[in-house]
């Protein structure tokens, strides 16, 4: 076996094509050694292991299925698949979406802090844009969140959610 040199989400505009698509890309031939593994991110609710950001040793991967004892726990939630570089562009934009995620994530206890990191210039990139970080007081408000946020829509797209190292949150360093 051998170890993901990457990870692609994909959300068609028509959800019936998703099925066609990971019947005929699951298992193709890469090159002579690799095959493409294809699955689902996001079932309903139910949130698969890999729908968590690759390529990271950090990265922290929840099941929703059912938590494991082992499974990291963290008072960070790290949200995908929510917003793009362009999304954040516009200053008015920028704060609609603060606030709407805002008043999504109290639903589930107090948040303290959140960073959604901005694009550097106009290329629409940076360090961690396109992803959102929110701090809340306790763990258990944080898996509250992570299990009423993932798989859930926001601006047509699938959000995906996973636990976020409170070190690297608190160093500022959003990968």
């Known amino acids: 076996m051998t170890n993901s040199k990457g990870v692609a989400f994909l959300q068609y505009k ?13 298992g193709m031939p890469l090159n002579d050694e690799h095959t493409i593994s294809v699955s689902y991110a996001c079932i309903g609710f139910k949130q698969t292991e890999t729908a968590v950001e690759a390529g990271s040793a950090m990265a922290m991967v929840t099941s929703l299925a059912g938590a494991k004892s082992d499974t990291p726990r963290s008072r960070v ?9 362009d999304d954040l562009m516009d200053a008015d934009e920028y704060d609609d979406i603060l606030q709407d995620v805002k008043d999504e994530c109290d639903k589930f206890g107090k948040v303290l802090d959140m960073q959604v990191p901005r694009p550097l210039g106009r290329s629409g990139e940076g360090p961690g844009v396109g992803k959102v970080f929110v701090r809340f007081e306790t763990e258990e408000e944080c898996a509250a969140a992570l299990q009423g946020l993932a798989g859930r829509k926001f601006q047509e797209r699938t959000v ?7 070190v690297l949150y608190g160093s500022k360093i959003y990968r």
């Open 77 to 85: 939630l790290l949200l995908l698949n929510m917003v793009t570089g």
């Open 160 to 166: 995906v959610a996973s636990y976020y190292p409170e």
């Open 14 to 26: 028509d959800p019936a094509i998703t099925p066609v698509a990971l019947s005929n890309l699951n």
